[in-house]
Every structure is written in C-alpha cells, then in structure tokens.
C-alpha cells in the first residue's frame, strides 16, 4: 500500500474530518462518502478497474456543492485524495 494513499484514507474516515453525519442516507454528502470509500475498497481489493468511475462522480459531486462551507475540508482533502489515486491507477493499472 502506498503510504501517502493510506494516511489519507485514514484521514477521510477519522472521526475528525469525516462530515457530521457522513454516514446516513438522508445526509446530501453520504453521496461523497460513498464514493470515496468504494474507491479505497476497490483499490485495497485490486479491483481498480471501477475506480475512475468513482473519481469522476466524486468531482462531479464536489463540483455541484462547491459552495458546502461546512465540509470544505474534507472537500479539500478527498479533492487531494483523488489526485493521488489517479496518479496511482497512472503508474499501477493495466
């Protein structure tokens, strides 16, 4: 596992910077948090393939809440963990 990988997927799901109610359905930002965490499932299982197609809708969801002040900071990191997972799936994926 790549180290910079891991620490952000920590990061993501610490009780600290994940979104307040992250975790329920009827939260608007569950939508992100799914996406990210089934690219850290993909990626810890091998299965890379359907990765890019959670980053994408992961950016598109970003980019449709930009103005979501509250979770700016996990915004930001998931934005930075995306980056990283590209770079990744760039230099590992078949």
Do not use: H, W
């Not at 891991?6 to 009827?26: F, T, V």
């Not at 089934?38 to 103005?67: H, M, Q, W």
Request: glycine share 4%; with cysteine; aromatic share 10%.
């Amino acid at each position: 596992m790549i180290p910079e990988l891991e620490r952000i997927q920590k990061a993501l799901n610490s009780k600290e910077l994940s979104p307040r109610k992250g975790y329920r359905r009827d939260v608007a930002v569950y939508e992100l948090v799914c996406y990210v965490n089934n690219i850290t499932g993909c990626y810890l299982s091998g299965n890379l393939e359907p990765i890019r197609v959670f980053i994408n809708r992961a950016r598109v969801y970003i980019e449709d809440n930009e103005k979501d002040e509250i979770n700016r900071n996990y915004f930001l990191l998931v934005t930075r963990y995306l980056e990283s997972m590209e770079e990744y799936l760039e230099n590992n994926a078949a």
